[in-house]
């Protein structure tokens, strides 16, 4: 009797553990597949509500195309930021800046947030590629590279409005910038570099 009991019971646990794995799976239906910028695979959620920045200018670019699901900042708002941005912007979390000297960021302040995606934003180099990888596998969430370079701000737009579901509002943006950017970068072409406003500045940060 005592062996059909125990039978018995094994078979119940082993239907349990399978009805647990079965849950445990990712659902499918609300993930896919995209690949960032620097040509890696990433599974998204279909569904972002909270997205971050690994810096400000990556925050500039979320702010533009979809600020109500931006979950943190990177540093306290200036001024001018108040004046201009919204109180909820202003106000959101700080969460530091990566991969500056003395990077300021919170680990801990990410993962407490728990956003849905991150957006590492700058120049596509092998160390943000390597680096970023190592952040993902750290924090388990995924994070897309965005092209800050000015002449890739439309592809930038379009991953984001696709990573976001604001391809409407990548659109906009995008035909501003082929509307306006492209005489601005001609004309600017013929202005002799010495006689450009903060050439000398711009060559000393490049150095």
Same mark, same amino acid.
């Given at each position: 009797?005592?062996?059909?009991?125990?039978?018995?019971?094994?078979?119940?646990?082993?239907? /349990?553990?399978?009805?647990?794995?079965?849950?445990?799976?990712? +659902?499918?239906?609300? %993930?896919?597949?995209?690949?960032?910028?620097?040509? =890696?695979?990433?599974?998204?959620? @279909?569904?972002?509500?909270?997205? %971050? $920045?690994?810096?400000?200018?990556?925050?500039?670019?979320?702010?533009?195309?979809?600020?109500?699901? !931006?979950?943190?900042?990177?540093?306290?708002?200036?001024?001018?930021?108040?004046? *201009?941005?919204?109180? @909820?912007?202003?106000?959101?979390? %700080?969460?530091?800046? #990566?991969?500056?000297?003395?990077?300021? =960021?919170?680990?801990?302040?990410?993962?407490?947030?728990?956003?849905?995606?991150?957006?590492?934003?700058?120049?596509?180099?092998?160390?943000?590629?390597?680096?970023?990888?190592? +952040?993902?596998?750290? !924090?388990?969430?995924?994070?897309?590279?965005? $092209?800050?370079?000015?002449?890739?701000?439309? /592809? $930038? *737009?379009?991953? /984001?409005?696709?990573? /976001?579901?604001?391809?409407?509002?990548?659109?906009?943006?995008? +035909?501003?910038?082929?509307?306006?950017?492209?005489?601005?970068?001609?004309?600017?072409?013929?202005?002799? +570099?010495?006689?450009?406003?903060? $050439?000398? #500045?711009?060559?000393?940060?490049?150095?």
């Amino acid at each position: 009797m005592k062996k059909n009991t125990y039978i018995i019971i094994a078979l119940h646990l082993i239907l /349990l553990s399978g009805c647990i794995l079965k849950n445990n799976k990712p +659902d499918l239906k609300n %993930i896919h597949l995209v690949h960032d910028m620097a040509k =890696r695979e990433l599974m998204v959620s @279909k569904q972002i509500n909270k997205v %971050i $920045s690994n810096g400000p200018v990556g925050s500039v670019l979320l702010y533009t195309i979809a600020n109500e699901k !931006m979950a943190a900042r990177n540093f306290a708002a200036t001024t001018y930021e108040k004046l *201009y941005c919204t109180k @909820k912007y202003c106000e959101l979390p %700080i969460v530091g800046c #990566w991969y500056i000297t003395n990077g300021t =960021r919170s680990v801990e302040n990410i993962i407490n947030i728990k956003p849905d995606l991150i957006i590492s934003a700058g120049n596509i180099t092998r160390n943000t590629i390597e680096n970023t990888q190592e +952040d993902q596998r750290l !924090m388990d969430i995924p994070i897309a590279i965005i $092209s800050t370079e000015f002449t890739e701000l439309p /592809l $930038s *737009y379009s991953l /984001l409005g696709d990573l /976001l579901n604001e391809q409407e509002k990548a659109k906009e943006l995008i +035909d501003f910038y082929n509307k306006y950017i492209p005489g601005i970068i001609h004309k600017t072409s013929l202005i002799p +570099d010495n006689e450009k406003k903060g $050439s000398i #500045w711009l060559s000393e940060t490049r150095d």
